[in-house]
C-alpha cells in the first residue's frame, strides 16, 4: 500500500502555533491552578485534587448544571426544527432571496450584550413591547420576579438571536441539491414530506451536525445574554455555568476552585460535542 | 513560565501526554493504522482510541473522587490498564 505523505502536515503548523498560544498554554495554565491554591504565581499552596472533590460534591453547581442541560436541550429542540422551516420557506430565486439573507443576517450582528439590553426594555412590564402586550392582555408576565417569566425570555431572546444562524446554513446545504434529486422526485410524485425525508434531510445532516454543535456548545457557555437580561436571577433561576464560575474566579477571586471547575465544564462539553459528532457520522462510516 | 505557576504532577501529566502523542505520530509514519471495528460500538482509528481512552480516563478520576474514597493512584492504574486494551482491541 502507497504510504500517506505526511508533509502537508507543515501547512497546519501556523495554525497549530496559533492555537498553542490561544488554547493549549492558557488551558495548561488552568490545569495548573486546580491543583493548587493559589492567589498570584507566587503565593500558592499545592492542594491536590481537593478543589475537585469540592467542585463533585458543591449542590450550587449541581442545580448550575442541570439548569444548563435542560436550557441547552431547549434551545437545541427549539432552534433546529425552526431554522429547518424557516430555510425550507425561504425563497430560492429573485429578490427575495437577498432581502432574506440579509433579515437573518442581521440578528448575528448584534454584539451579545446588547441582545440582552433589547430583550431587557422588549421585556419590560411598563414599557417593553412585550411585556406591556402581555400585561395588556390579561396574562400576568414578569420576567425579574417570576422564574418561569425569566427563562421563557431567556429562551425567546437566544431563540431570537440565533435561530438565524441554523437557518442560514440549512438554506446553503438545501441550495447545494442538485435539481436532478427534485426531478426524480416529481416523476415518482413523491410527496412534499417524502421529498424532506429522503432528500433534503439526508442532504443537510453535515450542515446539520455543524448547527448542532455550534449552538450546543454556544448554549452551554452561554453568559452574557441572561447576565444582561436577569442577572441570573430570579434568585438563582437563570444562573447558568458560566456565571456560576464567573462569580467563583472573579467575585470570589477563588482561582483554584473555579479553575478545577472550568476543567470539569470543558470535558462536559468535549463529551457531549463527541458523542453528537460521532453518532451522526456513525453512519459514514458503514457507507 | 512562572506565570504558569507549575508543579510537578501536572508538568509530569502533560510531558505523558506529550510523549504519547508523539510515539502516536511516530507509530502512525513508521507503520499507518486504519480504521477497523474492535469491541467499540463504532469503527476507529488509533487517534480516535486513544481519545476515547483518556476522555474514559478523566471521566473515571472524576467518578471516583465524586463517588468514592479511592486512592487516586488505583484508578490511574486501572485507566492505564484499560487504555492498552482499548487500543489494543477497541
Same mark, same amino acid.
Given at each position: ?10 501547512l ?8 498553542? +498560544? ?39 453547581l ?6 444548563? +442541560?435542560?436550557?441547552s ?9 425552526l ?10 430565486r ?8 440579509? &433579515? ?36 400576568d ?6 422564574p418561569?417569566?425569566?427563562?421563557i425570555t ?37 410527496s ?23 449552538? +450546543? ?35 470570589q +477571586?477563588? &482561582?483554584?476552585?473555579a479553575?478545577?471547575?472550568?476543567l ?24 | 513560565?512562572?506565570?504558569? @505557576? ?10 505523558i501526554? @506529550? ?41 473515571a ?19 492505564? @490498564?484499560?487504555?492498552? @486494551? ?5
Amino acid at each position: 500500500m502507497k504510504p500517506y505523505n505526511n508533509k502537508a502536515w507543515w501547512l497546519v503548523l501556523p495554525v497549530f502555533v496559533l492555537v498553542a +498560544f490561544s488554547a493549549i498554554i492558557p488551558m495548561m495554565t488552568v490545569v495548573n491552578y486546580s491543583v493548587q491554591d493559589i492567589f498570584d504565581p507566587s503565593t500558592r499552596y499545592f492542594v491536590g485534587t481537593e478543589w475537585y472533590r469540592e467542585i463533585l460534591s458543591d449542590p450550587r453547581l449541581h442545580d448550575s448544571l442541570v439548569r444548563q +442541560f435542560i436550557y441547552s436541550f431547549c434551545v437545541l429542540a427549539i432552534e433546529i426544527p425552526l431554522g429547518i422551516i424557516v430555510a425550507l420557506s425561504m425563497p430560492r430565486r429573485g429578490l427575495g432571496v437577498p432581502v432574506s439573507l440579509i &433579515l437573518l443576517a442581521l440578528p448575528l450582528l448584534v454584539p451579545w450584550n446588547v441582545v440582552g439590553t433589547i430583550w431587557q426594555i422588549i421585556g419590560r412590564e411598563d414599557i417593553g413591547l412585550y411585556g406591556s402586550l402581555l400585561n395588556g392582555l390579561g396574562i400576568d408576565y414578569n420576567y425579574a420576579s417570576s422564574p418561569r417569566d425569566a427563562w421563557i425570555t431567556v429562551l425567546i431572546m437566544d431563540v431570537w438571536h440565533w435561530t438565524s444562524l441554523v437557518a442560514l446554513l440549512c438554506y446553503s446545504g438545501l441550495r447545494s441539491i442538485p435539481d436532478v434529486y427534485y426531478q426524480a422526485a416529481r416523476i415518482d410524485r413523491a410527496s412534499a414530506w417524502a421529498v424532506f425525508r429522503y432528500i433534503q434531510l439526508p442532504k443537510l445532516k453535515n450542515v446539520l451536525l455543524i448547527a448542532v454543535m455550534l449552538r +450546543f456548545m454556544d448554549s452551554f457557555m452561554i453568559y452574557t445574554e441572561p447576565f444582561v437580561l436577569t442577572g441570573g436571577g430570579p434568585g438563582t433561576a437563570t444562573t447558568f455555568l458560566s456565571q456560576t464560575l464567573t462569580q467563583m474566579a472573579l467575585g470570589q +477571586f477563588d &482561582l483554584g476552585r473555579a479553575a478545577a471547575f472550568s476543567l470539569i465544564y470543558f470535558l462536559i462539553i468535549l463529551l457531549v460535542t463527541w458523542v453528537f459528532y460521532t453518532a451522526m457520522t456513525h453512519n459514514d462510516d458503514k457507507g | 513560565m512562572s506565570w504558569m @505557576a507549575w508543579t510537578l504532577p501536572t508538568a509530569s501529566f502533560f510531558v505523558i501526554i @506529550a510523549l504519547m502523542l508523539v510515539g502516536m505520530s511516530i507509530w502512525q509514519t513508521v507503520s499507518p493504522g486504519h480504521q477497523r471495528k474492535g469491541f467499540l460500538p463504532i469503527s476507529t482509528t488509533r487517534g480516535d482510541r486513544l481519545f476515547i481512552g483518556l476522555l474514559a480516563a478523566a471521566y473515571a478520576h472524576l467518578l471516583a473522587l465524586a463517588l468514592t474514597g479511592w486512592p487516586l493512584w488505583i484508578v490511574t492504574l486501572v485507566c492505564v @490498564a484499560g487504555l492498552i @486494551a482499548l487500543l489494543k482491541w477497541g
